[in-house]
């Protein structure tokens, strides 16, 4: 059993940072790609950013600049640094993951989410 566990969410001010953590537990044979969603009020998930096994990361345009992701694949742990946050950032934020489990197949993986309110 794979599990995401998201933490660092919170009411922050504009211009605010905050940064995301998501451990990924269980049976794990190996990661490929973790992300971050976002899912505003009223509005569908989105693609905030995502990451490879080797690193390399691609961004929303919403994104670019002022968030970053990362990824600790000693700890099965992705980051994602959010700086300059703005009202519009406000939104709970999910983490995924492509995981190939000890014994099962590669599937996708989703953590509960977390809070994130950009309010002053």
């Known amino acids: 059993q794979v599990q995401l566990v998201e933490s660092g969410g919170a009411l922050v001010q504009p211009g605010g940072s905050l940064r995301l953590s998501c451990a990924a537990s269980g049976s794990i044979v190996r990661i490929l790609s973790m992300a971050w969603y976002r899912q505003p009020p009223g509005k569908e998930r989105e693609l905030v950013a995502i990451i490879t096994e080797k690193g390399s990361t691609n961004y929303a345009d919403s994104a670019k600049g002022r968030f970053a992701i990362s990824r600790d694949n000693a700890k099965n742990t992705v980051y994602l640094q959010m700086n300059s946050l703005r009202p519009e950032d406000t939104a709970v934020y999910y983490c995924?993951?492509?995981?190939?489990?000890?014994?099962?197949?590669?599937?996708?993986?989703w953590g509960q989410g977390t809070q994130v309110t950009v309010s002053s």
């Open positions: 995924y993951a492509d995981v190939l489990p000890v014994g099962a197949r590669r599937r996708d993986y």
